[in-house]
């Protein structure tokens, strides 16, 4: 009986999302070509500068367009910049606009826009805010040029306004990205490959996006985020499917062409589909990670996360987020393992054997008093689920009063900005993941920072820790750069501003007819092609 009841609900789930797909989708839709895509979480936030969560990088993708762009050889290359200089004093960088820019609804994209996008990027990204200590002045020169004049010279320029996942500098036009950039904004005008159809969005259910024909892509072959994009659909829909059974039926039954991730116990179901590619698109993986809130108790004393720190095994998140051992593996580094600032320097802490008696005592020793611990989880997201499931099992071993706080992604992430005690909506720790990009240098690796209010969800404050980064991007070779990145991570292993938790490969489907999918830690929607 349970198993005819569930089967029907899912059924049911899928009818109701197909319907509703259906519903929306008009005469002139129907004649071109639809793409219709299962992503990873619900969108609920359109801002990509507000926010770090990747259903919004990548919603941000489709419908703005970047400076410069990091292509499939980690090199920076122009993409909405035509041509750039730097002075010979290297204080002064000149960029010049392309031709054919405009917005979607009709403006020229001026230098006033990209100016304010940055300015406004530059608040809230961890690389963007070190740009911003650099920066004396952005300026005008006239409609298409701008220019940036740096009090010192600052050699990761390109690198910053280039870099490939969250926070993405985005391009907004001036009138909304002059929105304070702790206030979500609201309006999806830009001047990327698409256009979000808002008033066809349904929250929890269907976003609606079209080509924008106006678009004019660079002559160069994509990779990665650079190069031409080049739409090849006229329409894509992001038909949400929460329960994962009704994503893989949809899939198989062929009503959606792309399932975006599959939960490692459901690959084997669409691998026997003849007409379903089962791929990973992501070349360094991503890597989990168990966050801390250092504002309220108990973890803002750092005893109790050396607590949870002496009890984490990474082989059982591995499993848990990536079943197959061959897609999962330890990673006990702060940096992304197989990339040059990974290192081991007091990775003891993490390989070690676990220590219940020393965590108890820790937890003990904190003052700890019975209070209640928000482990906040999203059932939708099976990445971040499954760490949470390991989780409260540890914290519970350790004596602590955990209670799971159950929604879906698209509540967690508004949730986790709040600063307020647990009682008052806040929460105590929450897991996500990262793709490996995002966390190869101390430039990038936004929860490990230690600057408090101006640091990601969790804002730790850690004096050392900043001084370390800081010496990082002032160290003149990659040799000294690795030596502080050591430093970091010694320092982090002591103070937990969170636990790396496992690498792991994200699979992702989809049908056979599609084509020029491109191999990237983000997924882009343009140079599909849909036979």
């Known amino acids: ?114 100016i304010a996008s940055v300015e406004r990027w530059a608040k809230r990204d961890v690389f963007g805010q070190k740009l911003a200590e650099m920066t004396e002045s952005w300026t005008a020169v006239n409609d298409k040029t701008f220019r940036l004049k740096l009090k ?15 926070n993405v500098p985005f391009i907004m036009p001036e009138r909304i990205a002059k929105t304070d950039a702790f206030t979500q904004v609201t309006d999806p ?15 929890g259910n269907k976003v609606v996006y079209v080509k924008n024909t106006d678009y004019v892509p660079r002559k160069e072959a994509p990779s990665w985020g650079a190069g031409g994009k080049v739409v090849k659909v006229d329409r894509v829909e992001w038909i949400y499917i929460p329960d994962a059974a009704t994503a893989a039926a949809a899939l198989n039954g062929g009503e959606v062409d792309w399932w975006q991730q599959v939960p490692t116990d459901l690959v084997a179901v669409v691998a026997r589909n003849k007409e379903i590619k089962v791929e990973s698109v992501d070349p360094l993986g991503s890597i989990g990670l168990l966050r801390f809130n250092h504002l309220q108790p108990p973890f803002n004393n750092q005893k109790m996360r050396q607590a949870v720190l002496a009890v984490v095994s990474q082989a059982d998140y591995a499993i848990a987020v990536a079943g197959d051992p061959k897609n999962g593996k330890p990673c006990p580094s702060y940096f992304t393992c197989g990339t040059p600032m990974a290192n081991t ?76 005690p647990v009682d008052k909506g806040g929460w105590s720790v929450f897991h996500t993941w990262f793709v490996g990009p995002d966390i190869t240098t101390p430039a990038l690796n936004s929860p490990l920072r230690g600057a408090g209010e101006k640091s990601w969800f969790g804002w730790p404050t850690d004096a050392k820790l900043e001084e370390l980064r800081d010496a990082w991007f002032n160290a003149p070779t990659l040799a000294e750069q690795k030596k502080v990145a050591e430093e970091m991570q010694k320092r982090a292993f002591e103070t937990v501003p969170y636990v790396p938790t496992a690498q792991f490969i994200i699979p992702t489907a989809f049908r056979s007819n599609l084509s020029g999918v491109i191999v990237s830690p983000v997924t882009f929607l343009w140079n599909v092609e849909k036979k």
């Open 1 to 114: 009986m349970k198993r005819s009841l569930s089967i029907g609900w899912r059924s049911a789930a899928l009818a109701v999302a197909l319907a509703a797909s259906v519903a929306f989708t008009g005469p002139a839709a129907a004649q071109g070509k639809v793409l219709k895509f299962v992503p990873e979480a619900d969108l609920r936030s359109l801002d990509p500068i507000w926010t770090t969560a990747y259903i919004t990088r990548n919603h941000g993708y489709m419908v703005y367009d970047v400076l410069f762009a990091t292509d499939a050889n980690f090199k920076i290359q122009p993409q909405m910049v035509d041509k750039w200089e730097v002075s010979k004093d290297n204080l002064t960088y000149t960029f010049t606009l392309r031709d054919g820019l405009k917005f979607h609804d009709g403006a020229p994209v001026r230098a006033a826009d990209c």
């Open 152 to 166: 010192k010279p600052f050699p990761y320029v390109l690198e910053a306004l280039g870099k490939p996942s969250s």
């Open 189 to 203: 005008t830009g001047s990327g490959p698409f256009k979000m159809v808002k008033e066809q969005w349904v929250p």
């Open 345 to 420: 320097a007091g990775a003891e802490a993490l390989t070690g054997k676990r220590d219940f008696d020393r965590a108890k005592a820790l937890v003990k020793e904190a003052g700890y008093k019975g209070e209640k611990v928000i482990l906040m989880t999203a059932t939708d997201q099976p990445i971040v689920h499954a760490q949470a499931l390991v989780t409260q099992e540890l914290l519970k071993k350790i004596g602590l009063n955990v209670e799971l706080a159950a929604s879906d992604w698209g509540t967690l992430i508004t949730r986790r900005s709040s600063k307020e």
